[in-house]
């Protein structure tokens, strides 16, 4: 069965720090990658995703970046924290189709202070 | 312009009364996947149901029922009977899958449910 690792579970970094949060998947292949950020808003905003390794397309222009290094591993980073980053931020991987729902990680509560 | 809309930010029930949770959408794709994801306070999302736009046949799955309509763009999530541990954030969520959307999924803004009891 497949399975998502999302780490770490929660994280506390100061401004202007670095950021690299990591996603992996097991028991697929060639998946669909994805971050997403949950601020206080509730909403799911979706920053980044992936059709394949290298492949990397960005929905909101911000100082987060985003890598996808191996198939089955997406990274999130940032080279300096802003105030504005912390959030709630979650992984997903879907099937390469469209047709198929996507399965979350747990999520990172970051707080940048 | 926003996809997936849900107009819904709370709502609040006593335990055991019916509530519907409504989602509209949009897209010009004729082919598309909708969906409904419960988010506890734990915060992992968890999948509920699947729907292609070539099937609008209403599904029912225990306590659980969705109404797609695509006349209305409309998918809605009714919960009968509600219980406490529905308490949770809703969200509805569309993928479309041609030219420069390919690969997206997005998401509604989710309403929170809070059952009492």
């Known amino acids: 069965s497949q399975t998502i690792h999302q780490w770490p579970a929660t994280l506390v970094q100061p401004v202007g720090s670095p950021l690299s949060l990591e996603c992996t998947v097991e028991g697929t292949s060639n998946p669909n990658l994805y971050w997403y950020r949950q601020a206080a808003g509730r909403g799911l905003q979706l920053l980044f995703y992936s059709v394949g390794i290298g492949q990397i397309s960005s929905e909101v222009p911000q100082n987060l970046s985003a890598s996808r290094p191996q198939d089955r591993q997406f990274i999130l980073s940032s080279k300096k924290l802003l105030l504005s980053d912390s959030g709630f931020y979650l992984c997903a991987w879907r099937a390469q189709t469209r047709r198929t729902e996507a399965f979350f990680g747990q999520g990172t509560r970051l707080t940048v202070v | 312009a926003q996809k997936v809309t849900q107009a819904q930010t709370e709502i609040s029930v006593v335990e055991k009364e019916d509530v519907t949770l409504d989602c509209v959408y949009e897209t010009r794709d004729t082919t598309y996947y909708l969906f409904w994801y419960k988010q506890p306070p734990s915060g992992e999302l968890v999948f509920l149901i699947r729907?292609?736009?070539?099937?609008?046949q209403n599904e029912i799955s225990g306590r659980y029922s969705w109404n797609f309509q695509k006349s209305t763009s409309s998918f809605n999530f009714t919960i009968t009977a509600s219980q406490v541990v529905d308490s949770a954030v809703y969200f509805c969520a569309l993928s479309e899958g041609r030219g420069s959307t390919l690969g997206r999924l997005y998401f509604g803004r989710g309403t929170q449910l809070t059952v009492w009891p």
């Open positions: 729907r292609n736009s070539f099937d609008e």
